[in-house]
């Protein structure tokens, strides 16, 4: 990640997960005189981290830190008696990957 991506990174993070304007972007997370020179100068980093997946960009073009999963959080069932179901009509569903697996594909 080169440093202007990292300024862009670490400004957005201040915002816990709202959508930013690129136009903001651009001109909170650098100085005042590179925002003079080119108002659009975060415009490139921004693309090219929704494409490395550290970004979101929602429909209105404002972009987010992209929140994290956690991995390994325990699956709870709707109701335990679609858990009863499922098991009952030999279905299992993979902890890791949370496909379903019947006793057929085994």
Excluded: C
Excluded at 27 to 44: F, L, S, V
Excluded at 80 to 105: A, F, H, Q, Y
């Amino acid at each position: 990640m080169s440093s202007d991506e990292r300024e862009i990174y670490n400004y957005l993070q201040t915002w816990n997960g709202e959508f930013i304007n690129a136009k903001e972007i651009s001109r909170r997370a650098g100085t005042k005189r590179r925002y003079h020179e080119d108002p659009d100068w975060a415009k490139p980093f921004l693309l090219s981290m929704v494409d490395n997946g550290l970004l979101e960009k929602d429909l209105n073009g404002r972009f987010r830190v992209k929140p994290e999963r956690k991995k390994g959080h325990n699956q709870k069932w709707i109701s335990p008696d679609i858990e009863k179901i499922l098991n009952d009509g030999g279905v299992t569903i993979d902890e890791e990957t949370g496909n379903s697996v019947t006793d057929e594909s085994l």
